[in-house]
């Protein structure tokens, strides 16, 4: 779970050393010859030999860029998406003018391109004019294809991460043997946490809910608190303070729970003497805000404790699905406390 | 058999004490130690023929303690005991050590003892298991005829290798280590940075940079006093890496 490698994301340039791809892009290129021969020359009559002259041209610009970008296709995808734009066009749209230059000016012999009367200013505008809008719709049908393959790809992989971060099995198996060590010395306590772990596990299976009231999420706070607090003994000292919080407000199931996981877990278990977790909560303006603080572990590398940003990015991926643009995770950290704050606004009733 | 127990959760202390008390009531068993560093220190007194070790413990993890207890040349049998933690396991698989897992089994922990009592510890197994698991230390320790140093990683100034050994120098002292430059490099970069083929300087002890009067550059550390030669070589990095740290 820790170590799971994620695969790199899909890129945004098509890879062009690949036979498939130059082939798309070839009849992509086909397309735009005939278009501009139908343009031009159908009702003229020479529909056949502008199309053959057109496809050349285009097939010539198509297969140099296709080339240039398979040659520096890795240096494209490290720069940012904008910057792979603006370069892929200006590649495109110089492979256009070079090749208006070799077909016009150092080829005018095979008599390719029809030089106008107007001169060969108006023949590189025109090339360069058709390139640019051409190769921006394709930029654009890119880029949204890119989008949504990541968009597809965060969703999957969020829900994986639902899956995986439910529990961690050290918490799992750490909490029965803490079970297991009261059963002699204090068996009452023994139940009442064995119950705990229960409410948590059904709570963690139970899915197909889509909010549930604060105050069950609160509940279920408690239990996980009350056996972390048998765990870690005197280590743990817990602050809680939710009383202006509405016990009503609606809220995604598992969304704080997980984030007091990851305070106890990255801000308590690793230090010696432990320290103070505290969650505080308030509303205003029909908005909710609750505050997690914990103290930082003091050591070299701040979270050396693997996972730590799963629970949190699973956690706003359904805060965002439930409140979309109105949720909020904040994360910062000051000195010797981890802060983490999770806003979102006040409904009281089932959409 | 003496036999240490050593977790961070006391109410699983209690528990294998109790198991280790049901196998034989003759057992001497120390049970408090509630970090590797106790259940280090406590090792070199009481010098146990067994420790129960948790991996997973505040200050020094089990891993680092197990590395440090065979270094101190102790006569120790180490068995691992955790609750969940595959590549650790799969580490000690593959190098034939003694594990344990919680809630620990009656039966399981007798075999444990059985077999503690008949073999020693393999020191290459453990270094072998631990080394490619642990996290960098947040401790060194050095082993002495005087017993045991332990230095915060933060509190060391610097790292020196000279002649066959290496030292580690902090405001108030100096110690030599079994470790090599170049590991003590891999382990801590970013925090510690080579500025010369025998020296790795904390980065958040540089002070200064002066040039002296034959061209060499020399660093100042903070709370030191010693002035140390940044080689040509690493000159260049050293102010590319402390302009991207200002950044």
């Known amino acids: 779970m820790d170590k799971r490698s994620l695969t790199d994301p899909t890129p945004f340039l098509p890879d062009l050393c690949r036979a498939k791809n130059v082939l798309y892009l070839a009849l992509v290129s086909q397309l735009l010859a005939i278009l501009l021969a139908l343009n031009t020359s159908f009702i003229a009559g020479d529909f056949w030999i502008s199309l053959s002259l057109n496809a050349l041209f285009i097939l010539w610009v198509a297969f140099t860029c296709a080339g240039i970008f398979c040659l520096f296709k890795q240096q494209i995808n490290r720069i940012s998406t904008a910057l792979a734009s603006l370069s892929m066009l200006l590649t495109i749209n110089l492979s256009t003018l070079l090749m208006t230059w070799v077909t016009s000016s150092l080829l005018p012999a095979l008599d390719l391109l029809i030089v106008p009367p107007s001169g060969q200013i108006s023949l590189y505008l025109r090339n360069v004019g058709i390139s640019s809008i051409f190769s921006i719709i394709l930029l654009r049908f890119l880029y949204i294809q890119f989008q949504w393959q990541k968009q597809t790809k965060a969703e999957a992989e969020a829900q994986l991460d639902a899956l995986q971060a439910l529990i961690r099995p050290h918490f799992l198996f750490n909490s029965l043997n803490t079970i297991a060590s009261l059963t002699r010395s204090n068996p009452p306590l023994a139940e009442s946490l064995t119950e705990d772990l229960s409410e948590l596990f059904r709570a963690n299976m139970q899915t197909s809910k889509r909010l549930i009231p604060f105050k069950q999420e609160l509940d279920l706070i408690r239990q996980y608190l009350n056996i972390e607090q048998n765990r870690l003994g005197s280590r743990l000292t817990i602050h809680l303070d939710l009383s202006t919080v509405p016990d009503d407000a609606l809220i995604p199931p598992l969304s704080l729970q997980p984030l007091i996981e990851n305070a106890v877990y990255h801000g308590i278990e690793p230090t010696a003497e432990g320290g103070v977790l505290s969650l505080t909560g308030k509303i205003q303006k029909n908005t909710v805000y609750l505050l997690i603080k914990n103290p930082i572990c003091n050591d070299s590398t701040p979270h050396s404790r693997p996972g730590n940003n799963m629970a949190i990015n699973n956690v706003r991926f359904r805060m965002e699905q439930c409140f979309p643009d109105q949720s909020k995770l904040l994360i910062s950290s000051s000195g010797l406390e981890f802060q983490t704050q999770l806003v979102f606004p006040y409904h009281n009733n089932q959409p | ?247």
């Open chain 2, 1 to 247: 058999m003496k036999i240490l127990i050593a977790d961070d959760e006391p109410l699983a202390r209690q528990r294998l004490k109790r198991l280790v008390e049901e196998n034989n009531p003759h057992h001497i068993i120390h049970a408090d130690a509630s970090n590797g560093l106790e259940a280090l220190n406590q090792c070199i007194e009481f010098q146990p023929d067994l420790v129960l070790l948790d991996i997973r413990m505040p200050i020094m993890d089990g891993l680092q303690t197990a590395n440090e207890i065979s270094k101190a040349k102790l006569n120790t049998r180490i068995v691992f005991v955790t609750a969940y933690d595959k590549y650790a396991l799969e580490a000690f698989e593959k190098n034939a050590l003694d594990y344990l897992l919680k809630p620990v089994k009656p039966t399981r922990l007798a075999q444990a003892i059985e077999k503690a009592a008949q073999f020693n510890n393999r020191p290459q197994a453990i270094e072998h298991a631990t080394r490619s698991l642990s996290q960098p230390r947040q401790q060194l320790c050095a082993h002495t005829h005087k017993g045991l140093t332990v230095l915060n990683i933060q509190d060391i100034l610097f790292f020196k290798a000279d002649n066959k050994y290496v030292s580690a120098t902090t405001t108030s002292h100096s110690v030599l280590l079994e470790d090599s430059l170049k590991a003590l490099e891999k382990e801590f970069t970013p925090l510690f940075f080579r500025i010369h083929r025998n020296a790795l300087v904390n980065t958040k002890a540089i002070q200064s940079i002066h040039k002296t009067s034959s061209g060499q550059f020399e660093l100042k550390l903070k709370g030191c006093d010693e002035l140390l030669t940044i080689s040509r070589r690493h000159q260049a990095e050293l102010n590319r890496f402390l302009r991207q740290k200002n950044e």
